[in-house]
Every structure is written in C-alpha cells, then in structure tokens.
C-alpha cells in the first residue's frame, strides 16, 4: 500500500511519495540534556562494540563525556597514526581540550602531537605556549612538550635547507 512498484518484474519499488514525505519530516526530539547524552552514550557503546571507534568517539563528544571520549581516543590512537588519520585525532583532542582547560595535561601533549602529526604547525605551537604557561607539568613531560615542539622547526626551515 505504501509502496510503488517500479518494473515489471516486482524487484525495484519506491516509497509513495506521502508516505515518504512523512517518514523524513525531521520531528524535533523531545529528549531532556540528560536523556540525550544518556541516549548518546548508549550509541557510543554499539558503535564501539561493533569496530565503529569514529562514531563511538563522535557519539562520546557530543554526549559532552570528555574523560571517556579520551580514554576511547587514547586507545584508538595508534590504529589512527597508522591510517594516516591525524587530523581526525587532533579534531577530537582539540575538542576535549577547548572544553576543559583544567583537564590532566595528557590531553594537550596528545592533542599537541596529534597537531604535529598532521602538520598543524601553528596549532601546535599555540598548544606548546598553554602547555608552557602549566605548573603541573612533571620533568618528564615537560621534556616531551619540548621534544615534540622541535618537530614544528622542520615547517618553519627553510626549503632549501631540507633540499639539502
């Protein structure tokens, strides 16, 4: 009844346009804040559970769970750095940290490498300076802020002086 078929054969059909028009009309949803990222978090764990590590993490942001879109991230990583998928890692870091600047300071030296990585330079460096200005950084940390900051010298060298 709701259905038009397309050829004669009875293999290819289209919706009736009415009742496409009312399976598609966007409904506002009539979820609470909590509800919703609730709901949101549900649909990271499927995503998660079935290899879709994106979509959990997207799911996990917009939920507004930053430890454990992080600890999703964090192990995700690798697998990320290796398909040559930087960008999306420094999207994600770069969220989580906007919205909490007082976070543990792995979230900027991650979101910092994952910067140099996909050659976002002038992020980077602007993550070096917040990085900097902490006073809770151990020695150790401190030492790969600042070696991962000298990755950011190669794109300010000249180009003649890589050619060499």
């Known amino acids: 009844m709701f259905l038009i078929e397309l050829d004669r054969c009875g ?17 506002p949803l009539e979820l609470g804040a909590d509800e919703l990222a609730d709901l949101r978090r549900s649909s990271a764990e499927w995503f998660r559970h079935h290899g879709a590590v994106s979509e959990a993490v997207d799911q996990l942001l917009d939920a507004e769970a930053w430890a454990d879109g992080f600890d999703l991230v964090r192990h995700a990583g690798d697998q990320f ?27 900027p030296i991650n979101l910092m490498a994952a910067q140099i990585a996909a050659c976002q330079f002038t992020p980077a460096g602007e993550t070096h300076r917040r990085l900097r200005q902490r006073d809770d ?24 002086a890589l050619s060499r």
């Open 81 to 107: 750095f290796q398909q040559g998928k930087a960008a999306t890692l420094a999207c994600w870091m770069s969220r989580i940290d906007r919205h909490d600047r007082d976070a543990p300071a792995a979230i």
């Open 11 to 27: 293999t290819r059909y289209r919706y009736h346009h009415l009742f496409r028009s009312c399976c598609c009309t966007p409904r």
């Open 137 to 160: 950084l151990p020695r150790g940390a401190s030492v790969a802020v600042e070696a991962l900051y000298s990755c950011c010298a190669v794109d300010w060298l000249p180009r003649a």
